[in-house]
């Protein structure tokens, strides 16, 4: 099993910034993948920004040139670093983390820490 622990969220002013981290602990050593997916009520969930070992990043349109996703294979974590932030990013902010060089891939999300963003 593994286990993510997110942190770092709060309330921030439009065209704020905030940095939220997650750290994964337990069967850590096969992890190949890690991301943020983000969730507001109401709405599906959805894809902030994704990091690979390699690392290759993959990020939401929405989010594209305002966020930066960084990974830290040593230590199991990945920081999102939110800049010009809106108010529709207020969400609650999910880690994930994936084995992709299996079948089915093995899938892990973190409890979720809550982005508000005052208008």
């Known amino acids: 099993q593994v286990q993510l622990v997110e942190s770092g969220g709060g309330l921030v002013q439009a065209g704020g910034s905030l940095r939220i981290s997650c750290a994964a602990s337990?069967?850590?050593?096969?992890?190949?993948?890690m991301g943020w997916y983000r969730q507001a009520p109401g709405k599906q969930r959805e894809l902030v920004a994704t990091i690979s070992s390699g690392p290759t990043t993959n990020y939401a349109d929405f989010v594209k040139g305002r966020f930066t996703i960084s990974r830290d294979n040593a230590k199991n974590a990945v920081t999102l670093q939110m800049n010009s932030l809106k108010p529709e990013d207020t969400a609650v902010y999910y880690c994930n983390a994936r084995i992709t060089t299996i079948f089915p891939n093995s899938v892990y999300w973190g409890q979720g820490t809550q982005v508000t963003v005052s208008s």
């Open positions: 337990g069967s850590t050593a096969r992890i190949n993948l």
